[in-house]
Structures are given as structure tokens and as C-alpha cells.
């Protein structure tokens, strides 16, 4: 049986006075490429940053029998700072360490290997001196990803990370996460608008509009919805 990573237990979430999560329970368990999908507005963003601790519950507990909190790797939707941060490629990638420094003031060697590791597996490493802001959008994406896994070797959160980008590079980073979760042994949870796109990788889906739609397999899904949202 999979490991337990992240319980919600009768989540409520609030946005803007009005009720974005609704009594949400379900379990992330180990080796999930978990699909959160579900239109504008239905509380996709909120959950996930509720899971994070970036947003407080109304009511409900979250709990992590199987991972760090702080040790939860993050790929936030990308906005026009992010696309003109001005540092290398390395230094992105090594950013992804800062809640793991404590009280040191410098990144230690194997922080540093790790970085590297990462960036040679998203075939980024030739990148490292380059400035961030210079990059295409493909490969932000790929540098981000490569210091969100800097964060964690258990799971990582994305959320919809290929907005904006073309079907090539979509297909690309949607095969890579894919790679990271059946053969690197990442937990995967994504929130995405279209599932027809990502449904071959993932293993469980999770539909909401405030409250549960459907949670369950992909493939009971697919039986269910064709694939589509």
C-alpha cells in the first residue's frame, strides 16, 4: 500500500468572502501524478495554496504524515516579474535551497551538486550562466522546475505550468514530468484547465467546482469524461 504523503480532511477555504473550497477530503499518497482540473473560479488555486500553507483555512485540517512541509517542491503559474528576474540561471536553480538554510549564510556543497544534478536532468546545465531574463518560455519553465525539485525529493506542486506556452514544448514538459514521476519517484500534483492534455501521465484526478466533482483513477476518469473537462 502507498505511503500516506498530505491528508485534507473537510477543508473550507475562503476567497473573497465567499466560499472557494467546500469540505474538500482526499489523500495524496506517494508515487500520485495527481491532476487538479476544473474551470475558473472553482477553487483549484486556492486548495493547492491551502495544502502549501500560502492560505489559511476556514475550517478543516491538513495534515502531512509523509512529508516535510517545508521540504515541498512549488511551481507557482508565472508572472511578468518572475520573466525579468535579473540572475543567472544557477542562481535560480540554487533559490529553490533558501528554506533549507536555517541559520547559514551560504549555500554548502552538496546544495550545489544537487542544483547541478537537477539542471543536467532538465537538460538545462549548459544554461547556468545564462540570465534569466534572456530565456524562452520553454525554458523558464524548465529552470523553475529544476529549482522547484532543489526544494524537495518527494513531491512537487505546479500549477498549471505550461500556461502561455506552445503545443511542442507543452507535449515536452508534460512527458518530463512524467519521467520525474514513474522513474525519479516524484510525487506530481498539478493543476491544469485541460486533462485531455495530461491524462496519459497522471495516475489520479481530482475535478473541483468548490466541492469534489469527481476524484478517483485516470482511467475512471477517462471512462467517465473522455478524457475532457
Known amino acids: 500500500m502507498s505511503k500516506s504523503l498530505i491528508e485534507c480532511h473537510n477543508v473550507s477555504m475562503m476567497y473573497q468572502n465567499g466560499l472557494a473550497v467546500d469540505d474538500v477530503s482526499f489523500t495524496i499518497n506517494q508515487g500520485d501524478f495527481l491532476v487538479i482540473a476544473g474551470e475558473n473560479g472553482s477553487g483549484k488555486t486556492t486548495l493547492m495554496k491551502g495544502i502549501l500553507g500560502l492560505k489559511s483555512l476556514y475550517s478543516g485540517q491538513i495534515k502531512y504524515p509523509g512529508v516535510t512541509p517545508n521540504k515541498i517542491g512549488y511551481l507557482p503559474q508565472v ?14 536553480v540554487m533559490s529553490g535551497f ?10 554548502p556543497k552538496d546544495f550545489k551538486n544537487k542544483a547541478i544534478k537537477n539542471m543536467k536532468l532538465l537538460e538545462i546545465e549548459h544554461l547556468s550562466n545564462t540570465s534569466f531574463k534572456d530565456l524562452s518560455g520553454g525554458q523558464r519553465q524548465r529552470v523553475l522546475l529544476a529549482r522547484a525539485l532543489c526544494a524537495t525529493e ?8 505550461v500556461a502561455s506556452l506552445d503545443v511542442n514544448i507543452t507535449k515536452s514538459l508534460f512527458e518530463l514530468l ?52
Do not use: C, W
Request: charged share 25%.
Open 154 to 161: 518527494t513531491i512537487l506542486f505546479l500549477d498549471e505550468p
Open 98 to 107: 533558501v528554506n533549507q538554510l536555517n541559520n547559514r549564510f551560504f549555500y
Open 178 to 229: 512524467g519521467e520525474l514521476n514513474r522513474h525519479h519517484g516524484i510525487t506530481i500534483v498539478m493543476i491544469t484547465h485541460d486533462v485531455s492534455d495530461i491524462i496519459k501521465q497522471s495516475t489520479k484526478v481530482l475535478r473541483m467546482n468548490t466541492q469534489i466533482d469527481f476524484y478517483g483513477s485516470s482511467e475512471d476518469y477517462r471512462s467517465q469524461f473522455g478524457g475532457l473537462d
Open 79 to 92: 508572472i511578468e516579474i518572475q520573466k525579468d528576474f535579473p540572475a543567472s540561471v544557477f542562481e535560480v
